[in-house]
């Protein structure tokens, strides 16, 4: 039986996927791919913009801070701005402002002007709206296969360093750092603004009512609102999972901002580190669709705990690498164990809370990640500075990992000893 063209997918299906949102998956890596090729321009040139102004390494490494941290907190308000009025105005703000934040940092002469355009024009007006904001977008075209949707989606962050570093690499030792950037950055609105125009289509979730629907959802729910998530109140659940993407954030951050600077330190040519960021982000980039299968069958949670109980391993493999060949190995590792860790988050979120809380909650824990990632690359140049070895900060990523690990093994047995008293309480017919 032919289906009527006026019929939607969900009229149809009972699902609200539709090939259009798979048109969404593939427009938002792409946006994503491009503009965080952005972040990566810092890490690579961290040596060459230090020399030319004699700064300590901890002075870039905060400018990579402080884009991410900007990132973070415009993207909870890039998301209020979706909720409300979906995606088609964030994203063209973004499309603009990343171009603009690269071009500002390459004419940069100061540490208030180089921290300032960083944070302001790429991170908050820039990056905040090619993180969380397009992650949570995705989750309203898709019911069935949310965890693959989004798995891709966050991929484009790592096919950004996979793509980027070698090249930009190569273009810092031939042009200069601020030629790089200038460049890149118009490069971004040239691509970026296409981009942006397919997000004027709304989402399912918009079509449906958006911000009105929600709040009658909300309105008909009254009452349940205080129901229990993994056996604790919504907010106590909500602050261990922002404390969790904390500390996973900062020991993530700490070899991917320093292994070119590392590698340097070692002996090595600056092209062999750049493309160990590249293989170790391509990897990423590979695990991430391969933990968004398996979340899809076994849940956010217990995919969330082996990527990191990898990422644990490979951060300590770290410490011990010095050779070329070893360092190759461990980047492969390291790369396939963390990549699935960041899009778990956004997952665990739909699948523990209501679809009416996705966009504040998807951005508040992007913020603490992002943060994380922030004082994770700077803490590495701080003790650099203080150490002149990697090997100390290597060891403070282990360390915060650890305290990652303890609240994830937490939840995640919160969350089967819910399931078996749930399954306790199931009724016999007499």
Known sequence: MRVPKYMSQTETTGSIESRYGWIVVIISTLMITVAFGATYLVVVGLKPIAAEFDWPRQIPSAGYAAALLGSGIGGILMGLWSDRRGMAGPALTGAIFVGVGLIAVSYSNSIVTFLGAQFLFLGLLGNGTMFSPLLTNVTHWFDRRMGIAVAVVSSGQSLAGAVWPPLFGYLIEQY???????????????????????????????????????????????????????????????????????????????????????????????????????????????????????????????????????????????????????????????????????????????????????????????????????????????????????????????????????????????????????????????
């Open 176 to 430: 200069g750092w601020r030629e790089t950037m200038f460049g890149y950055g118009l490069f971004c609105m040239a691509t970026l603004l296409p981009l942006s125009m397919f997000m004027r289509r709304p989402s399912p979730r918009m079509a449906r009512g958006g911000a009105a629907a929600d709040k009658a959802t909300r309105a008909a729910q009254v009452g349940k609102v205080q129901d229990l998530v993994l056996g604790l109140k919504p907010n106590a659940t909500f602050t261990l999972l922002c404390l969790a993407i904390l500390g996973c954030c900062v020991a993530m951050s700490m070899p991917m901002v320093h292994i070119v600077a590392y590698c340097s330190d070692l002996g090595f040519a600056t092209a062999r580190g750049t493309e160990m960021l590249s293989i170790l982000l391509f990897c990423a980039f590979l695990s991430r669709i391969g933990y968004g299968w398996l979340a899809d069958r076994i849940g956010g949670l217990k995919a969330l705990l082996l990527g990191s109980s990898l990422q644990l391993l490979g951060l300590a493999c770290f410490m011990y690498a010095d050779t070329l060949e070893s360092l190759y190995v461990v980047s492969i590792f390291y790369g396939l164990g963390y990549g699935g860790i960041v899009p778990m988050y956004a997952l665990i979120i739909r699948q523990l809370f209501p679809a009416s809380q996705a966009g504040w909650r998807i951005g508040v824990i992007f913020l603490f990640g992002t943060t994380g990632m922030a004082a994770g690359g700077y803490l590495g140049g701080f003790i650099f500075d203080l150490t002149a070895t990697y090997v100390l900060a290597f060891l403070t990523g282990v360390i915060f990992n650890l305290f990652n690990l303890i609240l994830v093994v937490f939840m995640v047995w919160r969350h089967r000893d819910k399931n078996r008293h749930d399954t306790n309480l199931v009724t016999i017919p007499a």
